[in-house]
């Protein structure tokens, strides 16, 4: 199963893509709609990102538990962010995701792959078709309207 890829190019440089990608990810990422919180029918109280490898992205619940939703495996500021996804499955069906910031004239260009699906067996081919829509929405219209607006708020 192909690796799914989405590319966008947004109006910052890098570190500051980076920064908004990875530091302020519970501002901008649509968690009403994308979250564990939001398949219980509520909103998490916050999603942060631990800044370093082998940190983890972490779903803070309404009561207060935290959900893993992957660890970091690659943590280059102003240019890599890779991580073993798993949201709402246990670290080893972790897929694989890496995000790649690259310089394109005053802006960067934003390169994902989520990929690794294989390891999901019979899910592997629901997955991956809601993530390659998934990914539209979270990274192009959500992060990408965060980019060029300044807003951060879905």
């Known amino acids: ?13 890098p570190e500051e893509a980076f920064r ?13 709609t994308h979250s564990l919180s939001a398949g219980d ?11 370093r490898e ?13 959900a893993p939703w992957g660890r970091i495996t690659d943590w280059a500021p102003g240019a890599r962010f890779g991580v073993a996804w798993h949201v709402g499955r246990d670290e080893e069906e972790a897929t694989d995701l890496l995000v790649v910031f690259a310089p ?17 067996g019979e899910a592997a081919t629901a997955l991956h078709g809601n993530y390659r829509t998934g ?5 192009v219209t959500c992060y990408g309207r965060a980019c060029a607006t300044g807003r951060v708020t879905a």
Not at 20 to 32: A, I, Q
Not at 135 to 139: C, E, I, M, T
């Open 41 to 51: 029918g509520d909103l998490p109280r916050e999603v942060t990102v631990e800044p």
């Open 135 to 139: 990914w539209d929405h979270v990274l």
């Open 104 to 120: 394109e004239g005053t802006g960067t260009r934003v390169e994902l792959t989520h990929g690794g699906f294989e390891r999901l």
């Open 1 to 13: 199963m192909d690796p799914i890829r989405k590319t966008l190019t947004v109006p910052l440089p």
């Open 20 to 32: 908004l990608f990875t530091e302020r990810m519970g501002e901008w990422w649509p968690v009403d």
């Open 54 to 66: 082998g940190g983890q992205i972490v779903e803070t619940k309404p009561d207060g538990t935290q």
